[in-house]
């Protein structure tokens, strides 16, 4: 309730909202990637071939033996046109995709657009879902 309230969202959301929320996404990982080891917010930088350079944070990132999955979070509660919405970050999830594979030597095995309002989680592959 302390966190809802500093950030303003208190008057949209209960602590049980969020729970649900957690307790959604939690059962999505252990059900999907159970063996995964969780990691938030992690720094990522990468230099394309171009030079451009680019820095971020991976809401979470899954590591599993064979790979990682990428997960971002996404605060939209319009669930007629989630998908639409979710394609529209495919691009920073690519980014993503390019900047764990280049520091890790890894596969990603899947990019997820979680919307945790309307509770829907979407892979995104290349430009599509």
Request: one cysteine or more; hydrophobic letters at 45%.
């Amino acid at each position: 309730q302390r966190l809802l309230t500093r950030y303003g969202v208190d008057k949209v959301l209960t602590d049980a909202d969020m729970i649900a929320v957690y307790e959604r996404l939690n059962n999505f990982i252990k059900t999907n990637y159970p063996n995964a080891k969780i990691l938030r917010e992690c720094p990522i930088s990468l230099r394309e071939a171009n030079n451009q350079v680019m820095h971020g944070f991976i809401d979470m990132l899954l590591e599993l033996d064979e790979g990682y999955v990428i997960i971002d979070h996404k605060t939209f509660a319009g669930a007629g046109i989630a998908k639409e919405e979710a394609r529209k970050y495919a691009p920073q999830l690519n980014a993503y995709r390019r900047a764990v594979e280049a520091a890790t030597n890894k596969k990603v095995l899947a990019t997820l657009i979680h919307m945790p309002i309307i509770g829907i989680i979407y892979e995104v592959k290349g430009y599509t879902l």
